[in-house]
Structures are given as structure tokens and as C-alpha cells.
């Protein structure tokens, strides 16, 4: 069995080269449940394990494992890690080992900045990265790999933490600086991407530009929430999967209170399949046909308003 360690995972893959890939993913025959979510016991906070397979038709099983482990980071350890296993699709016998907390860095940007490349403006000066931990380098390079920005900001609950990210940040050539005020750099942004732990809303609707693109990724469970209902009201609002529509408590609360409905809320995959014909050049692989939804769905004429803010989760 091959075992590919985190080193090699960055020699062999960047977050802007995997972001063309992951685009033909996501329209493609993998087959990928519902992820597996456990709590795994009533400490505080709580730790979490997180299940994830997918495979493709007569084709190879891959299955990501993840903890989550909040307070890892007062012992100087990173609080998610995982680890990625491939699995022979014709005899079930394990074929790699590859280092999962590199993957999750890497594929979780390349997602965002997919994301970004559909829905974020096509001209924007400013980036905003909420969150100072292993993933906000990441975000960064993500983002800049599909947009140009005049000024990338980067907050965090811990100032001194926020300016040691802006200058590992900056050192890259990056135009990386801190933010101390939250609000005031909210308010300044076009794109803002948030990678946090937090349980309760970091982001403020009253704050958003009128159009702008926000990107949330850290609520993973019905009790974490990284912005507040008035960011959804309005919003196109765009999921990866539709499990966070019961796992992430930043479109499971709104959701309850009926500030958004469930018909109001798209998928990525959606949008990536109706930019199809562009997508896919000649020679390539053949668009997919597109389910009845799509054309019956008036959510995504929403996405013609220049006004609404997008969310993508």
C-alpha cells in the first residue's frame, strides 16, 4: 500500500491547480453520500468524527476520515486531522494511505475559490479572511488564484494571531494586512471567506455591501454559526452538499424561522452543470444532461440580481 504524507500531497497539488479538476467533479458519475457525523462524547467542547466515502461506478472507493478536536489548538496541535484512504474498486483491498488533514486544506480552498469563480464579482478590490487558523493561508491562495484584489484583510479573535498570519501571508507577496475592526472590514469587502469555530454569528448582515460574495465553511454543526439571519435574508444562497441544510446551524436556525426556504437554496453542482457548455472543451469530457429541476427552478433566476448577496456554505 502507498502512504503519501502531507509533503508530498503540496509537491504533487496546489489550491489553484485543483480548482478546473474539481469543477469537472463535481459534474461527474461519483457517487458521494450523505457524510457520517458523530459526536463523540459530552466533553467541552465537543469532539466530532467525520466520515466520508465516495467511489465511482465500477471504479476505485475513497473514504476520508476526520476528527475535530477544538481544543487542540491549546495544546499546540491542529484541531482537525484526518486521513484519506483508497480503496480497489474490483477487490476492496486498500491501495493508498494519503495524509487527509492536507487534502481537507487543500480541497476545501480549491472548493471556495470554485465557488468564488461563479458567484463573487468579477471585479472586486477587497478579500476579507475571517479566521487565523491552518486553513486561512489556504483561503487566500485560493481566492487569488480566480480573482485579482487591491487589499487582502485577514481578522482574528486574537490580534497578535491575525498580524502573525498578514506577515507569513505577506512574505508570500501577498498584499496582506490585519484587521483590527471586524465591522469596518466587512463593510469594506467584496469577498469575504470565514473558516472559524465559532458558535455564535461572527458576520452581521447590516454590515454587507449590497453585493458582495460571502463564503462560510466552519459550521459544521446545528451550534455553530459564523453569520447571523440577516446575511441569508435576500441571499442566493449556494451548498456544496444538501446535508448542511441540517448540519450547519447557519442555514439549519434560518431555515427554522422561516427567514429563507429550503426551494431558495442551491446546489454547486447545479450551477457548475448550466455553465456547462464552457466547461467542457472539445475533446473532453461530455457535458452531462441536466435533471428537470434545473428549468422548473426559480431560485436561480435570483442569481440575475445584482443586489443579492451570495452565500456559499
Known amino acids: 500500500m502507498k502512504q503519501i504524507d502531507f509533503d508530498t500531497v503540496h509537491r504533487l497539488a496546489s489550491v489553484g491547480n485543483l480548482v478546473e479538476p474539481l469543477r469537472r467533479a463535481f459534474v461527474s458519475q461519483a457517487v458521494s453520500p450523505e457524510r457520517g457525523q458523530y459526536d463523540l462524547g459530552a466533553l467541552d467542547p465537543p469532539r466530532t468524527l467525520l466520515l466520508m466515502p465516495a467511489w465511482r461506478p465500477a471504479g476505485d472507493i475513497g473514504v476520508k476520515i476526520v476528527t475535530v478536536f477544538p481544543d487542540n489548538a491549546d495544546r499546540g496541535l491542529p484541531s482537525v486531522n484526518a486521513a484519506y484512504v483508497l480503496l480497489s474498486g474490483q477487490t476492496g483491498q486498500a491501495r493508498a494511505w494519503i495524509d487527509g488533514r492536507a487534502l481537507t486544506l487543500i480541497r476545501t480552498a480549491a472548493v471556495s475559490a470554485l465557488a468564488a469563480d461563479l458567484l463573487a464579482p468579477a471585479a472586486p478590490e477587497v478579500l476579507l479572511m475571517v479566521g487565523t487558523g491552518a486553513l486561512s493561508r489556504y483561503f487566500v491562495e485560493g481566492h487569488l488564484a480566480v480573482r485579482k484584489y487591491r487589499s487582502v484583510l485577514i481578522w ?105 426556504a429550503k426551494e431558495d437554496i442551491s446546489l454547486l453542482s447545479d450551477l457548475i452543470a448550466l455553465a456547462a457548455p464552457r466547461l467542457f472543451a472539445p475533446g473532453g469530457v461530455a457535458p452531462p444532461r441536466h435533471s428537470a429541476h434545473y428549468a422548473s427552478s426559480a431560485r436561480l433566476a435570483r442569481h440575475e440580481n445584482p443586489q443579492a448577496n451570495r452565500a456559499t456554505y
Open 156 to 260: 482574528g479573535r486574537d490580534p497578535q494571531k491575525a498580524a502573525a498570519a498578514a506577515r507569513d501571508l505577506g512574505a508570500r507577496g501577498w498584499p496582506v494586512t490585519a484587521a483590527n475592526d471586524l465591522a469596518a472590514a466587512v463593510r469594506s469587502a467584496d469577498v469575504i471567506s470565514c473558516a472559524t469555530l465559532a458558535e455564535h454569528s461572527l458576520i452581521k448582515g447590516r454590515w454587507l455591501k449590497s453585493r458582495c460574495h460571502l463564503d462560510l465553511v466552519g459550521s459544521f454543526t446545528p451550534s455553530m454559526r459564523e453569520a447571523d439571519d440577516d446575511c441569508m435574508r435576500g441571499a442566493f444562497i449556494v451548498v456544496d452538499t444538501l446535508t448542511a441544510l441540517t448540519q450547519s446551524g447557519d442555514l439549519s436556525e434560518p431555515l427554522a424561522r422561516g427567514v429563507m
